[in-house]
């Protein structure tokens, strides 16, 4: 089983940057992907950027230049670098990591980014 605790949210405003840490812990060698997500109210959560194993990464268009996900040597803290943001980037973040082999999500309790102006 994966735990995931993300942290680094806050009131931001527009041009302004954040910094959202992941720690992962427990079966930490069956994960194969790590992502954030988002949900801003009243919409479906999306995922904004994801970053697998290899070190390959993915990023929605509305992120693109903006945004860097990463992560740490030992592959249990993943980072989203978040630059240039948006009235439109407020919604809490959630932290995902996803496991081929038990074909199993797990998140993070989630990090509230919100646009302070």
């Known amino acids: 089983q994966v735990h995931l605790v993300d942290s680094g949210g806050g009131l931001v405003q527009p041009g302004g940057s954040l910094r959202l840490f992941c720690a992962a812990s427990?079966?930490?060698?069956?994960?194969?992907?790590m992502a954030w997500y988002r949900q801003a109210p009243g919409k479906e959560r999306e995922l904004v950027a994801f970053?697998?194993?290899?070190?390959?990464?993915h990023y929605e268009d509305f992120v693109k230049g903006r945004f860097t996900i990463s992560r740490n040597s030992a592959k249990d803290t993943v980072y989203l670098q978040m630059n240039s943001l948006k009235s439109e980037d407020t919604a809490v973040y959630y932290c995902?990591?996803?496991?081929?082999?038990?074909?199993?999500?797990?998140w993070g309790q989630g990090s509230q980014v919100t646009d302070s102006s």
């Open positions: 995902n990591a996803f496991s081929a082999a038990t074909v199993r999500d797990s």
């Open positions: 970053i697998g194993n290899d070190g390959s990464t």
């Open positions: 427990g079966s930490i060698f069956s994960i194969n992907r």
